[in-house]
T-cell receptor, first 118, second 114 residues
């Protein structure tokens, strides 16, 4: 069965610290996609990144970086030099190619609340 | 800017009184989704539309219904809200590329049931 685990419920850091959010997934599909979304206090989920199961290259976008390792079924997210504006709930999600045709079912982890203190 | 809009942002209803939540999109996406997110939990997919084709998740209660009169609009109807239905309801859209596509979310409607 498919499952996404974010073991860190809450993390608190001081501004400018680096922080890593962990994500571990389970799936039987060989083709799948992994996503990270940010949910600020306003409530809207904001797409951050997508990674497909055949691409294990790490990715960096500004202060954000992602480390995908199929061997450990993990897709971790690091924020470098954190800022107060990074405070939000971060969700990792899995989408399996076998769900059905043209649509997409996101299976979310329970989220990690990141609080960045000034 | 292209976007997903949800109205109202906050909705208060009484136990058992039907309520309708609204979602509209300017992205012209084929697929529209409704998620329920209870406090401190992950969003949970209720159902989705691919164009006019409705797809219900197996564990979605019958109390929840949806309508999609056209590409731009989708409604969530809760026929007899219970206290356990208090939650944030998120609408999302995506293109028709399957599991590859990211979903674009609206700001949500927070439903309170008294």
């Amino acid at each position: 069965a498919q499952k996404v685990t974010q073991a860190q419920t809450e993390i608190s850091v001081v501004e400018k610290e680096d922080v890593t959010l962990d994500c571990v997934y389970e799936t039987r599909d060989t083709t799948y996609y992994l996503f990270w979304y940010k949910q600020p206090p306003s409530g809207e989920l904001v797409f951050l990144i997508r990674r497909n199961s055949f691409d294990e290259q790490n990715e960096i976008s500004g202060r954000y970086s992602w480390n995908f390792q199929k061997s450990t079924s993990s897709f971790n997210f690091t924020i470098t030099a954190s800022q107060v504006v990074d405070s939000a709930v971060y969700f990792c999600a899995l989408s399996e190619a076998n769900y059905g045709g043209a649509t997409n079912k996101l299976i979310f982890g329970t989220g990690t609340l990141l609080a960045v203190q000034p | 800017d292209a976007m997903v809009i949800q109205n109202p942002r906050y909705q208060v209803t009484q136990f058992g009184k039907p309520v309708t939540l609204s979602c509209s999109q300017t992205l012209n996406h084929n697929v529209m989704y409704w998620y329920q997110q209870k406090s401190s939990q992950a969003p949970k997919l209720l159902f989705h539309y691919y164009d006019k084709d409705f797809n219900n998740e197996a564990d979605t209660p019958d109390n929840f219904q949806s309508r999609r009169p056209n590409t731009s609009f989708c409604f969530l109807d809760i026929r007899s809200p219970g206290l356990g239905d208090a939650a944030m309801y998120l609408c999302a859209t995506s293109g028709a590329g399957g599991s590859y596509n990211e979903q674009f979310f609206g700001p949500g409607t927070r439903l309170t049931v008294l």
